[in-house]
C-alpha cells in the first residue's frame, strides 16, 4: 500500500490529504493519517477538529524514524550519517519517497507504487485539479454560533479577508524562510488594489497575533478576529473562506482559506514570493493576483 505522511500545521495537512485522494484515484493508496511532528509543534492533527476526518492516534516509529532523517540529511553535522542510514533502510526494503521541490508539480509522484511511503508537502493545486467536490471534502464542521451569526453579519457586505501570519514566521529558525514577505509594504499595496476594483470594502482581519497585525495596517473600516483560538483556530480559515475575497500571507493556512471561498467573483491577493529560499512555481491557481 501506498501511505502518504502528515506533517505541518491544518493548511499542510490538507495539501497532504488532498495528495492522498489523487494517489487513490490512480492506485492503491491508504490513509493512515499518521501525523509526524515533533511535541508541541502545531496543533497535532487538525483535520479531524475542522472536518471530522478521522485519523490514526499512533505513529509507527519506522515514520518518526525516516522522517528524522530526512531533515538530519539536510543539516551539514549529521548529513553523512543520515544519508547512510536512509540508504540502509531502502537495503532492507523500506520504500520511501521524498518531494524534492517546494509547490512543483511532478507528475512522477502519482505513478502508482506496490508500497511506498510518502514524505512532503505537495503545495500545488495541480494535484487536485481533477477531484470533484474539494468544499465538500473539507466541509468545516462544529463552527461555533459567535462566527456563524458574524458570517451573517457580513453576508451582504463587499467583505475582504486578510491574514497576517506573525509567531513562528518571526523565529529565529524560520524568518530565513518566511520572514520579509507579506510586509506592511505589501498589504498597503494588496488594499489600495481592493478598494480601486472594489466599493464599500469592509476588512476582516485574521493573525495569531491580533495586536502586531493593528500596528501593521492601514485600514479604517475593519474588524479583527480574535476569538478563535488554540482547538478552534480552524474557524478562522472558516471565517476566510465565508469572505467574498482575501488578501493571504505566505500561508497555507489563509491560502486554503482563499482556495474554499465559493465567491464566483472573488479576488486573490497573494505574495509573488512564497518562500525566501526556494521556489515555489505552482503554488498558485492561475487566477490569483501576485504582487
Known sequence: METVVLTGGLGNQMFQYVFYLAKKKRGNACFNSYFVEKEGAHSGYDLYNAFGIEGNNKTPFILKLIRKLIIFEKKKPYKTIASCSLSLLRKLGVNYIVERNHSE???????????????????????????????DIFCFSNINEKNISFVNSIKDKESVAIHIRCGDYLSEDNKNTYGGICTKEYYDKAISLMN????????????DEPEKAKQILSVDNAVYVDWNTKDRSFEDMYLMSKCKHNIIANST?????????????????????FLNNYDTPDIYPLDWITI
Open 196 to 207: 480601486a476594483d472594489l466599493e464599500n470594502v469592509f476588512y476582516v482581519v485574521f493573525s
Open 105 to 135: 508539480y511532478n507528475e512522477d509522484y502519482l505513478i502508482p507504487q506496490k508500497e511506498a511511503l510518502y514524505f512532503g508537502y505537495w503545495q500545488t493545486p495541480k494535484y487536485f485539479n481533477d477531484i470533484n467536490k474539494l468544499r
Open 253 to 273: 493556512f489563509s491560502w486554503w482559506g482563499a482556495q474554499l471561498n465559493s465567491n464566483p467573483n472573488k479576488k486573490v491577493i497573494a505574495p509573488k514570493k
